[in-house]
Protein backbone atom coordinates (compact mmCIF):
# COMPACT_ATOMS: atom_id res chain seq x y z
CA UNK A 1 0.00 0.00 0.00
CA UNK A 2 1.80 3.28 -1.33
CA UNK A 3 2.29 5.47 1.90
CA UNK A 4 0.66 8.74 1.88
CA UNK A 5 2.30 11.87 4.25
CA UNK A 6 0.31 14.42 5.77
CA UNK A 7 1.94 16.77 3.47
CA UNK A 8 0.79 15.27 0.40
CA UNK A 9 -2.68 14.46 1.56
CA UNK A 10 -3.81 17.99 1.92
CA UNK A 11 -3.81 18.14 -2.27
CA UNK A 12 -5.36 14.86 -2.19
CA UNK A 13 -8.18 16.23 -0.12
CA UNK A 14 -8.87 19.33 -2.03
CA UNK A 15 -8.78 17.53 -4.87
CA UNK A 16 -11.17 14.69 -4.39
CA UNK A 17 -9.00 12.21 -4.45
CA UNK A 18 -9.18 9.20 -1.67
CA UNK A 19 -5.29 8.74 -0.54
CA UNK A 20 -3.79 5.58 0.04
CA UNK A 21 -3.63 5.03 3.59
CA UNK A 22 -0.16 4.46 5.54
CA UNK A 23 -1.59 1.67 8.31
CA UNK A 24 -0.18 -1.58 9.58
CA UNK A 25 -0.71 -4.79 8.21
CA UNK A 26 -2.79 -7.80 10.89
CA UNK A 27 -5.22 -4.98 12.81
CA UNK A 28 -8.97 -5.27 13.35
CA UNK A 29 -10.91 -3.95 10.20
CA UNK A 30 -14.09 -3.21 10.16
CA UNK A 31 -17.27 -4.13 8.29
CA UNK A 32 -15.73 -2.66 4.77
CA UNK A 33 -12.52 -4.68 5.16
CA UNK A 34 -10.89 -1.29 6.14
CA UNK A 35 -9.13 -0.41 9.27
CA UNK A 36 -11.69 -0.38 12.22
CA UNK A 37 -10.98 3.29 12.87
CA UNK A 38 -13.28 6.10 12.81
CA UNK A 39 -13.31 9.85 12.90
CA UNK A 40 -16.60 11.39 13.65
CA UNK A 41 -17.39 15.47 13.45
CA UNK A 42 -20.23 17.74 13.93
CA UNK A 43 -20.58 21.28 12.86
CA UNK A 44 -23.13 22.92 14.69
CA UNK A 45 -25.80 25.13 13.17
CA UNK A 46 -25.00 24.40 9.54
CA UNK A 47 -27.98 23.86 7.32
CA UNK A 48 -28.20 23.33 3.21
CA UNK A 49 -28.43 27.07 2.72
CA UNK A 50 -25.43 28.87 4.40
CA UNK A 51 -23.21 25.89 3.16
CA UNK A 52 -23.94 26.36 -0.07
CA UNK A 53 -23.71 30.00 0.48
CA UNK A 54 -19.79 29.88 2.38
CA UNK A 55 -16.85 28.77 0.21
CA UNK A 56 -15.58 25.13 2.39
CA UNK A 57 -12.99 23.44 -0.04
CA UNK A 58 -12.47 20.83 2.85
CA UNK A 59 -16.13 19.69 2.98
CA UNK A 60 -16.52 20.63 -0.97
CA UNK A 61 -13.59 17.59 -1.35
CA UNK A 62 -15.25 15.05 0.89
CA UNK A 63 -18.66 15.10 -1.22
CA UNK A 64 -16.56 15.37 -4.59
CA UNK A 65 -14.62 11.94 -2.97
CA UNK A 66 -16.67 11.06 -0.88
CA UNK A 67 -20.61 10.07 -0.44
CA UNK A 68 -23.09 12.82 0.40
CA UNK A 69 -26.26 12.34 1.76
CA UNK A 70 -28.95 14.88 1.26
CA UNK A 71 -31.97 13.44 2.92
CA UNK A 72 -30.12 13.35 6.40
CA UNK A 73 -32.71 13.92 9.01
CA UNK A 74 -31.49 15.96 12.40
CA UNK A 75 -33.68 17.13 15.34
CA UNK A 76 -34.15 20.96 14.92
CA UNK A 77 -31.79 21.13 17.91
CA UNK A 78 -28.62 19.86 19.10
CA UNK A 79 -28.83 18.13 22.19
CA UNK A 80 -31.64 16.36 20.71
CA UNK A 81 -29.78 15.57 17.97
CA UNK A 82 -26.62 14.44 19.62
CA UNK A 83 -28.61 12.09 22.05
CA UNK A 84 -30.07 9.88 19.40
CA UNK A 85 -26.53 9.69 17.90
CA UNK A 86 -25.85 8.48 20.93
CA UNK A 87 -28.22 6.00 22.00
CA UNK A 88 -29.62 5.23 19.28
CA UNK A 89 -33.42 6.40 20.23
CA UNK A 90 -35.62 8.47 19.12
CA UNK A 91 -35.79 11.62 21.64
CA UNK A 92 -39.34 11.17 23.13
CA UNK A 93 -37.95 7.14 23.92
CA UNK A 94 -39.10 6.62 27.12
CA UNK A 95 -35.71 5.74 28.53
CA UNK A 96 -34.39 8.86 26.71
CA UNK A 97 -36.76 11.76 26.56
CA UNK A 98 -34.15 14.51 25.12
CA UNK A 99 -36.39 17.05 23.64
CA UNK A 100 -34.50 19.78 24.60
CA UNK A 101 -31.08 21.41 24.95
CA UNK A 102 -28.86 21.01 28.25
CA UNK A 103 -27.73 24.23 29.15
CA UNK A 104 -23.77 25.02 31.04
CA UNK A 105 -25.81 24.71 34.97
CA UNK A 106 -28.26 21.99 34.16
CA UNK A 107 -28.05 18.97 36.50
CA UNK A 108 -29.74 16.94 34.27
CA UNK A 109 -27.94 14.70 32.36
CA UNK A 110 -28.28 12.35 29.26
CA UNK A 111 -29.67 8.86 30.76
CA UNK A 112 -26.84 6.14 30.37
CA UNK A 113 -29.35 3.14 31.13
CA UNK A 114 -30.82 0.80 30.49
CA UNK A 115 -30.01 2.36 26.92
CA UNK A 116 -26.47 1.23 26.13
CA UNK A 117 -24.70 4.83 24.98
CA UNK A 118 -22.57 4.01 21.57
CA UNK A 119 -19.11 4.88 23.37
CA UNK A 120 -19.78 2.50 25.76
CA UNK A 121 -21.16 -0.39 23.45
CA UNK A 122 -17.61 0.61 21.29
CA UNK A 123 -15.48 0.07 24.66
CA UNK A 124 -17.18 -3.12 26.01
CA UNK A 125 -15.88 -4.65 22.17
CA UNK A 126 -12.61 -3.57 23.25
CA UNK A 127 -12.37 -0.28 21.40
CA UNK A 128 -10.63 2.66 22.66
CA UNK A 129 -13.27 6.25 22.33
CA UNK A 130 -12.53 9.66 22.79
CA UNK A 131 -14.80 12.72 22.48
CA UNK A 132 -13.50 16.14 21.94
CA UNK A 133 -15.19 19.66 21.97
CA UNK A 134 -18.85 20.46 22.65
CA UNK A 135 -20.89 17.63 24.65
CA UNK A 136 -24.27 18.90 25.43
CA UNK A 137 -25.70 16.06 27.14
CA UNK A 138 -25.08 17.34 30.29
CA UNK A 139 -23.90 21.00 32.31
CA UNK A 140 -21.28 21.44 33.75
CA UNK A 141 -22.45 20.07 37.49
CA UNK A 142 -22.01 16.67 35.97
CA UNK A 143 -18.40 17.23 34.04
CA UNK A 144 -17.48 13.42 33.75
CA UNK A 145 -20.82 12.62 31.66
CA UNK A 146 -19.04 11.41 28.22
CA UNK A 147 -16.74 9.22 30.69
CA UNK A 148 -19.92 8.08 32.38
CA UNK A 149 -21.33 7.39 29.13
CA UNK A 150 -18.31 4.96 27.85
CA UNK A 151 -15.68 7.42 26.29
CA UNK A 152 -12.36 6.51 27.62
CA UNK A 153 -11.32 10.53 27.43
CA UNK A 154 -13.02 13.69 26.97
CA UNK A 155 -11.32 17.14 26.91
CA UNK A 156 -13.84 20.49 25.65
CA UNK A 157 -16.45 23.14 26.52
CA UNK A 158 -19.33 20.74 27.24
CA UNK A 159 -22.58 23.58 26.82
CA UNK A 160 -23.08 26.42 24.27
CA UNK A 161 -20.48 29.66 24.35
CA UNK A 162 -22.35 32.12 26.47
CA UNK A 163 -21.87 35.93 25.99
CA UNK A 164 -24.00 36.29 28.79
CA UNK A 165 -21.15 35.21 31.16
CA UNK A 166 -18.70 37.00 29.23
CA UNK A 167 -17.94 34.03 27.18
CA UNK A 168 -16.04 34.01 24.28
CA UNK A 169 -14.53 31.59 21.41
CA UNK A 170 -11.12 33.19 22.80
CA UNK A 171 -11.95 32.75 26.94
CA UNK A 172 -14.13 29.50 27.81
CA UNK A 173 -14.42 27.12 30.79
CA UNK A 174 -12.97 23.79 29.97
CA UNK A 175 -13.75 20.09 31.26
CA UNK A 176 -11.04 17.78 31.29
CA UNK A 177 -11.62 13.91 32.51
CA UNK A 178 -14.14 15.16 34.45
CA UNK A 179 -12.07 18.39 36.14
CA UNK A 180 -13.36 21.50 35.26
CA UNK A 181 -11.49 24.35 34.31
CA UNK A 182 -12.81 27.49 35.21
CA UNK A 183 -13.01 30.49 31.92
CA UNK A 184 -9.83 32.04 31.19
CA UNK A 185 -8.13 32.93 28.14
CA UNK A 186 -7.66 30.39 25.43
CA UNK A 187 -6.53 29.28 22.13
CA UNK A 188 -8.91 30.30 19.36
CA UNK A 189 -11.94 27.59 20.41
CA UNK A 190 -12.51 25.72 17.14
CA UNK A 191 -8.49 26.02 16.47
CA UNK A 192 -8.57 24.28 20.47
CA UNK A 193 -11.04 21.21 18.88
CA UNK A 194 -8.71 20.60 16.14
CA UNK A 195 -5.91 20.48 18.13
CA UNK A 196 -7.14 18.31 20.83
CA UNK A 197 -8.67 16.03 17.88
CA UNK A 198 -5.36 15.65 16.53
CA UNK A 199 -3.63 14.62 19.49
CA UNK A 200 -6.20 12.07 20.11
CA UNK A 201 -5.92 10.57 16.53
CA UNK A 202 -2.51 10.90 17.35
CA UNK A 203 -2.75 9.09 20.80
CA UNK A 204 -4.72 6.20 18.50
CA UNK A 205 -8.12 6.12 20.14
CA UNK A 206 -10.07 3.62 17.42
CA UNK A 207 -13.36 6.52 17.60
CA UNK A 208 -12.66 9.83 18.46
CA UNK A 209 -16.22 12.15 18.26
CA UNK A 210 -15.07 15.48 17.31
CA UNK A 211 -17.77 18.01 18.04
CA UNK A 212 -17.32 21.57 16.93
CA UNK A 213 -19.24 24.90 18.48
CA UNK A 214 -18.96 27.17 15.22
CA UNK A 215 -20.75 28.11 13.76
CA UNK A 216 -23.12 28.67 16.86
CA UNK A 217 -23.28 31.99 17.78
CA UNK A 218 -21.93 34.42 19.92
CA UNK A 219 -21.27 35.52 15.86
CA UNK A 220 -17.70 37.19 15.62
CA UNK A 221 -14.95 37.50 13.07
CA UNK A 222 -12.32 34.68 13.32
CA UNK A 223 -8.91 34.87 13.17
CA UNK A 224 -7.94 35.82 9.79
CA UNK A 225 -5.84 33.07 8.40
CA UNK A 226 -8.81 31.04 8.85
CA UNK A 227 -11.40 32.75 6.60
CA UNK A 228 -11.60 34.84 3.40
CA UNK A 229 -14.85 37.18 4.51
CA UNK A 230 -14.31 40.93 3.85
CA UNK A 231 -17.49 42.23 4.56
CA UNK A 232 -18.45 41.00 8.49
CA UNK A 233 -21.31 43.71 9.30
CA UNK A 234 -23.95 41.39 9.41
CA UNK A 235 -24.22 38.34 11.83
CA UNK A 236 -24.85 35.61 8.53
CA UNK A 237 -21.74 37.04 6.64
CA UNK A 238 -19.48 36.32 10.56
CA UNK A 239 -21.59 32.65 10.39
CA UNK A 240 -19.73 32.15 7.36
CA UNK A 241 -16.59 33.06 8.27
CA UNK A 242 -16.94 31.10 11.09
CA UNK A 243 -17.57 28.31 8.98
CA UNK A 244 -14.85 28.59 6.54
CA UNK A 245 -12.96 28.97 9.94
CA UNK A 246 -13.93 25.34 11.19
CA UNK A 247 -13.57 24.18 6.96
CA UNK A 248 -10.45 25.56 7.37
CA UNK A 249 -9.12 23.30 10.47
CA UNK A 250 -11.39 20.63 9.20
CA UNK A 251 -8.67 20.05 6.82
CA UNK A 252 -5.82 19.91 9.30
CA UNK A 253 -7.54 17.10 11.64
CA UNK A 254 -8.16 15.30 8.50
CA UNK A 255 -4.35 15.47 6.99
CA UNK A 256 -3.85 13.30 10.25
CA UNK A 257 -6.68 11.10 10.61
CA UNK A 258 -6.80 9.87 6.38
CA UNK A 259 -3.35 8.61 6.82
CA UNK A 260 -3.37 6.63 9.89
CA UNK A 261 -6.63 4.95 8.36
CA UNK A 262 -9.67 6.86 9.59
CA UNK A 263 -12.84 6.50 7.90
CA UNK A 264 -14.51 10.03 8.42
CA UNK A 265 -17.98 10.64 9.14
CA UNK A 266 -19.40 14.54 9.29
CA UNK A 267 -22.42 16.03 9.50
CA UNK A 268 -24.16 18.92 10.71
CA UNK A 269 -26.80 18.69 13.98
CA UNK A 270 -29.54 20.85 13.08
CA UNK A 271 -30.50 23.67 10.73
CA UNK A 272 -29.01 26.98 10.41
CA UNK A 273 -29.60 29.75 13.32
CA UNK A 274 -32.97 31.24 12.80
CA UNK A 275 -31.81 35.17 13.88
CA UNK A 276 -29.52 34.44 11.07
CA UNK A 277 -32.26 33.83 8.43
CA UNK A 278 -32.57 30.01 9.01
CA UNK A 279 -34.77 27.57 10.23
CA UNK A 280 -33.36 25.89 13.44
CA UNK A 281 -35.72 24.67 15.76
CA UNK A 282 -38.54 24.37 13.28
CA UNK A 283 -39.73 21.27 11.54
CA UNK A 284 -39.46 23.01 7.97
CA UNK A 285 -36.34 21.42 5.95
CA UNK A 286 -34.11 24.10 6.57
CA UNK A 287 -34.21 22.73 10.56
CA UNK A 288 -33.81 19.32 10.35
CA UNK A 289 -32.71 18.25 7.00
CA UNK A 290 -28.99 18.78 6.96
CA UNK A 291 -25.48 17.04 5.12
CA UNK A 292 -23.65 14.04 6.04
CA UNK A 293 -20.42 13.44 4.69
CA UNK A 294 -18.76 9.86 4.46
CA UNK A 295 -15.38 9.58 2.94
CA UNK A 296 -12.44 6.87 2.96
CA UNK A 297 -11.40 3.46 1.72
CA UNK A 298 -14.57 1.83 -0.04
CA UNK A 299 -16.83 4.52 0.20
CA UNK A 300 -18.95 4.65 -2.86
CA UNK A 301 -18.56 8.54 -3.88
CA UNK A 302 -22.12 9.92 -5.29
CA UNK A 303 -25.09 12.16 -3.70
CA UNK A 304 -27.40 9.86 -1.62
CA UNK A 305 -30.94 11.02 -1.87
CA UNK A 306 -31.73 7.61 0.95
CA UNK A 307 -33.78 9.00 3.56
CA UNK A 308 -31.60 8.25 6.65
CA UNK A 309 -31.64 9.89 10.14
CA UNK A 310 -29.03 10.91 12.85
CA UNK A 311 -30.89 7.91 14.70
CA UNK A 312 -29.60 5.80 12.44
CA UNK A 313 -25.68 6.72 12.79
CA UNK A 314 -25.72 4.27 16.09
CA UNK A 315 -26.37 1.04 14.39
CA UNK A 316 -24.05 2.35 11.63
CA UNK A 317 -21.49 3.11 13.62
CA UNK A 318 -21.36 0.01 15.49
CA UNK A 319 -22.00 -2.44 12.37
CA UNK A 320 -19.06 -0.88 11.11
CA UNK A 321 -17.15 -2.36 14.04
CA UNK A 322 -18.64 -5.52 13.70
CA UNK A 323 -20.72 -5.37 16.63
CA UNK A 324 -24.81 -5.91 16.12
CA UNK A 325 -26.81 -3.33 16.94
CA UNK A 326 -30.11 -1.51 15.86
CA UNK A 327 -33.75 -2.48 15.13
CA UNK A 328 -34.08 -6.07 15.11
CA UNK A 329 -30.66 -6.85 16.04
CA UNK A 330 -32.30 -8.92 19.09
CA UNK A 331 -30.38 -6.54 21.59
CA UNK A 332 -32.85 -4.04 22.71
CA UNK A 333 -30.85 -1.57 24.61
CA UNK A 334 -28.53 -0.85 21.74
CA UNK A 335 -30.33 1.51 19.14
CA UNK A 336 -33.82 0.34 19.64
CA UNK A 337 -34.90 3.05 17.07
CA UNK A 338 -31.74 2.56 14.87
CA UNK A 339 -31.54 1.58 11.40
CA UNK A 340 -27.37 0.29 10.31
CA UNK A 341 -27.82 2.65 6.47
CA UNK A 342 -24.07 0.65 5.89
CA UNK A 343 -24.95 -0.67 2.35
CA UNK A 344 -25.78 3.07 1.41
CA UNK A 345 -22.08 3.91 1.93
CA UNK A 346 -21.07 1.09 -0.79
CA UNK A 347 -24.23 2.91 -3.39
CA UNK A 348 -26.91 0.58 -2.38
CA UNK A 349 -30.47 1.11 -1.50
CA UNK A 350 -31.34 0.84 1.94
CA UNK A 351 -34.63 -0.01 3.61
CA UNK A 352 -35.68 2.87 5.23
CA UNK A 353 -38.16 4.37 3.66
CA UNK A 354 -38.83 7.94 5.65
CA UNK A 355 -37.32 9.23 8.82
CA UNK A 356 -38.84 11.08 12.04
CA UNK A 357 -37.98 14.28 13.78
CA UNK A 358 -39.51 16.11 16.61
CA UNK A 359 -39.23 18.35 19.61
CA UNK A 360 -40.60 19.11 23.04
CA UNK A 361 -39.65 21.33 25.70
CA UNK A 362 -39.03 19.76 29.06
CA UNK A 363 -35.94 17.33 29.78
CA UNK A 364 -37.19 14.13 31.68
CA UNK A 365 -40.59 14.37 30.66
CA UNK A 366 -42.45 12.20 28.32
CA UNK A 367 -44.88 14.70 25.78
CA UNK A 368 -47.07 11.70 25.18
CA UNK A 369 -48.58 11.97 28.96
CA UNK A 370 -47.44 15.36 30.25
CA UNK A 371 -49.03 17.93 28.16
CA UNK A 372 -45.95 19.14 26.82
CA UNK A 373 -45.58 21.30 23.68
CA UNK A 374 -44.32 18.50 20.80
CA UNK A 375 -43.36 18.99 17.48
CA UNK A 376 -43.03 16.45 15.33
CA UNK A 377 -42.95 15.31 11.65
CA UNK A 378 -42.12 12.48 9.40
CA UNK A 379 -40.80 12.61 5.79
CA UNK A 380 -40.15 10.65 2.52
CA UNK A 381 -38.33 11.53 -0.20
CA UNK A 382 -41.32 13.35 -1.57
CA UNK A 383 -44.22 13.97 1.18
CA UNK A 384 -43.95 15.44 4.61
CA UNK A 385 -46.18 15.37 7.54
CA UNK A 386 -46.37 17.83 10.64
CA UNK A 387 -47.92 17.55 13.72
CA UNK A 388 -46.97 20.89 15.74
CA UNK A 389 -48.44 21.72 18.80
CA UNK A 390 -46.65 24.69 19.84
CA UNK A 391 -48.74 26.33 16.97
CA UNK A 392 -52.36 25.56 18.46
CA UNK A 393 -52.59 22.11 17.19
CA UNK A 394 -50.95 23.26 13.81
CA UNK A 395 -51.10 20.48 11.06
CA UNK A 396 -48.96 20.93 7.81
CA UNK A 397 -49.21 18.36 4.85
CA UNK A 398 -46.53 18.74 1.87
CA UNK A 399 -45.71 17.41 -1.66
CA UNK A 400 -41.98 18.12 -1.63
CA UNK A 401 -41.84 17.50 -5.42
CA UNK A 402 -44.05 20.23 -6.08
CA UNK A 403 -43.54 22.88 -3.01
CA UNK A 404 -39.69 22.11 -1.73
CA UNK A 405 -40.51 25.50 -0.20
CA UNK A 406 -43.43 23.73 1.86
CA UNK A 407 -45.63 27.02 1.11
CA UNK A 408 -48.42 24.69 0.40
CA UNK A 409 -50.20 23.08 3.30
CA UNK A 410 -52.69 19.88 1.22
CA UNK A 411 -54.17 19.68 4.33
CA UNK A 412 -55.89 23.44 3.79
CA UNK A 413 -60.01 23.45 3.05
CA UNK A 414 -61.06 22.25 0.02
CA UNK A 415 -57.36 20.58 -0.85
CA UNK A 416 -57.82 16.91 -2.78
CA UNK A 417 -55.05 14.65 -2.18
CA UNK A 418 -54.12 12.42 -5.36
CA UNK A 419 -53.96 8.82 -4.34
CA UNK A 420 -50.15 8.52 -3.31
CA UNK A 421 -50.54 11.52 -1.27
CA UNK A 422 -53.27 9.99 0.85
CA UNK A 423 -51.68 7.27 1.07
CA UNK A 424 -48.43 8.95 2.57
CA UNK A 425 -50.91 10.08 5.10
CA UNK A 426 -52.42 7.69 6.37
CA UNK A 427 -49.22 5.93 6.48
CA UNK A 428 -47.45 8.87 8.20
CA UNK A 429 -50.39 9.21 10.62
CA UNK A 430 -50.42 5.42 11.76
CA UNK A 431 -46.51 6.52 12.24
CA UNK A 432 -47.24 9.30 14.66
CA UNK A 433 -49.24 6.64 16.45
CA UNK A 434 -46.53 4.10 17.13
CA UNK A 435 -43.98 5.97 18.42
Keep these: MRVCTALLLVPLILSGATPALAVQAGGPTSALGTPARMLVV ?25 RLFTSFTTAPTCSPTRAMFHAGAQCSHPDLLVGQIFNADTTAVMPTSP ?11 GYTTAKIGKWHLSGYPNPDHPRQCGYDHYTGHIANVRSSVAETYWEYPMAVDGVVLPRAPRPYLTTA ?18 SY ?21 TDREKTRAMLEAVDTELRRLLAEALP ?44 DPNPVGAVDLYATVALWFGIPAGAGSGHPTRGPDSRSFLPAWRG ?47 RRFHDLLTDPDEAVNLLDPGAILEPAAALAKRTFEFIFSRI
Design 42 to 66: DIDDVGFDLLRETPTPTLDALERGG
Design 115 to 125: LVPLPRLLSSA
Design 260 to 303: RGYTVVVFADNGTASQIGGQKATMYDGGVICPLWVFGPGISSGV
Design 213 to 233: HGPHGPWHEPPAHLHTRVDLG
Design 348 to 394: FDVARRWTYAERFRRLGQDPRISGVQWRRMVRSERFKLVHDDEFVGQ
Design 193 to 210: ETDDGIAAIRAGFDFVSV
